[in-house]
């Protein structure tokens, strides 16, 4: 397995295989040659022989100089429990860390339980909230457009 940035000649196999990897339509403006144009730093590719088997996209926050943010990541199916989402966020990190960001944060939403797991393994906290919902902290209309998320965030110490 290697993982690289992201081209703009990625984007078509993403947007083709997004959505099955997500389990429902999954569309976003990220999946678009200028995003993947802009933000190719932040943007990584884990392939095995050849064949796209996961990526994780993300971005340098402008306002906050020390952060970067994990936008979404994904596994083919056929890969997961094999420490592919794991050495993806690893990757994302030592390259955040290489752009002097010591703070990453991502969200994700409260019924997610797997990804919930997934990024308390991997040493993120649960940011503390007004409510919770199950006993998990969830922030109530986190985009602004009514979507509630759990808010995770991760600390990175240089090695
Ligand atoms: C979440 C996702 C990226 C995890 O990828 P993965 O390659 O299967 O994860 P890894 O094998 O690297 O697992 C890393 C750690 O998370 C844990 N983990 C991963 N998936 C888990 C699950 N479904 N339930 C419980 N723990 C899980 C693993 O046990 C592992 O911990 P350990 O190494 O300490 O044992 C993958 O399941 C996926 O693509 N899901 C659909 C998209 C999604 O939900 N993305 C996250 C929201 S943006």
Not at 41 to 47: I, N, P, S, V
Not at 78 to 92: D, N, P, V
Request: charged share 25%; glycine share 8%; proline share 3%.
């Amino acid at each position: 397995m290697i993982i690289r940035n992201m081209e703009a000649a990625d984007c078509r196999g993403i947007l083709e295989l997004a959505s099955g990897w997500w389990g429902s339509e999954y569309s976003s403006d990220m999946f678009s040659k200028w995003y993947i144009a802009h933000f190719r730093e932040t943007c990584l590719l884990a392939e095995e022989n050849g064949r796209m088997i996961g990526f994780v996209m993300g971005f340098l926050s402008q306002t906050y100089p020390d952060e970067a943010y994990i936008r979404i990541v994904m596994v083919d199916p056929a890969y997961r429990g094999k420490g592919i989402g794991r050495a993806l966020y690893h990757a994302f990190f030592e390259r955040a860390l290489a752009m002097k960001r010591s703070v990453i944060r991502c969200v994700t939403a409260p019924w997610k339980k797997e990804s919930i797991a997934f990024h308390t393994r991997l040493g993120f906290i649960l940011e503390p909230q007004d409510q919770e919902v199950d006993g998990i902290p969830v922030c109530m209309d986190y985009d602004g457009r009514g979507g509630s998320r759990v808010v995770f965030k991760k600390l990175l110490h240089a090695e």
